[in-house]
């Protein structure tokens, strides 16, 4: 598992006693649960920015070749 914050890209540490990851950075606390949701909601939110950006490149390509 990534130990990045999600939010800000800052450095995470273990707080035993809460059971928390908290970023250095922004202060903003996880638990080993909701930093996994994260980091999924982030990678999904690229995959789709990836595949829409491929797809309006075939798009454009398609329309270029009409022309």
């Given at each position: 598992?990534?130990?990045?914050c999600p939010e800000c890209g800052g450095e995470l540490y273990y707080d035993?006693?809460?059971?928390?990851?908290?970023?250095?950075?922004?202060?903003?606390a996880y638990t080993h649960q909701e930093l996994i949701d994260a980091w999924r909601k982030i990678r999904q939110q690229s995959f789709e920015e990836d595949?829409?950006?491929?797809?309006q490149r075939e798009y454009l390509r398609w329309w270029l070749s009409k022309k």
């Amino acid at each position: 598992m990534a130990r990045y914050c999600p939010e800000c890209g800052g450095e995470l540490y273990y707080d035993p006693p809460m059971k928390v990851y908290v970023c250095r950075s922004c202060g903003s606390a996880y638990t080993h649960q909701e930093l996994i949701d994260a980091w999924r909601k982030i990678r999904q939110q690229s995959f789709e920015e990836d595949r829409r950006k491929r797809l309006q490149r075939e798009y454009l390509r398609w329309w270029l070749s009409k022309k």
